[in-house]
């Protein structure tokens, strides 16, 4: 879960990113899908649970999203779609912490 302020934004199991209205606590129309971060080719199941969300500290419509199998996607809440992804070596774990990573990790410039 992360809010700021306007708005909190929900990571479930299934991947996906829910967004409600931090002062009514109604669920927004807009949505990030698994299948708009991960792609609609992949099939929900292990590795799909968002277990990290966070602003990004240099741009306000920026949405970083992390996934228990490693992917970390940069999210453009603006223009709704993918700014960039990146593949760690290793899983992230449920407190947003990389786990095992020294020195960073590899994108795939999608």
């Given at each position: 879960m992360y809010t700021n302020g306007t708005f909190v934004y929900l990571g479930t199991e299934e991947g996906?990113?829910?967004?409600?209205?931090?002062?009514?606590?109604?669920?927004?129309?807009?949505?990030?899908?698994?299948?708009?971060?991960?792609g609609d080719h992949q099939t929900r199941g292990l590795g799909m649970e968002v277990v990290y969300l966070e602003a990004c500290p240099c741009a306000d419509n920026q949405l970083l999203i992390g996934f228990s199998d490693g992917l970390l996607v940069l999210w453009n809440l603006k223009a709704r779609k993918v700014t960039r992804k990146y593949f760690m070596p290793t899983a992230v774990c449920k407190a947003g912490c990389l786990v095992g990573v020294v020195g960073g990790g590899g994108g795939d410039g999608g």
């Open positions: 996906d990113v829910a967004v409600v209205s931090a002062s009514g606590l109604v669920i927004s129309s807009y949505e990030i899908p698994y299948t708009s971060t991960r």
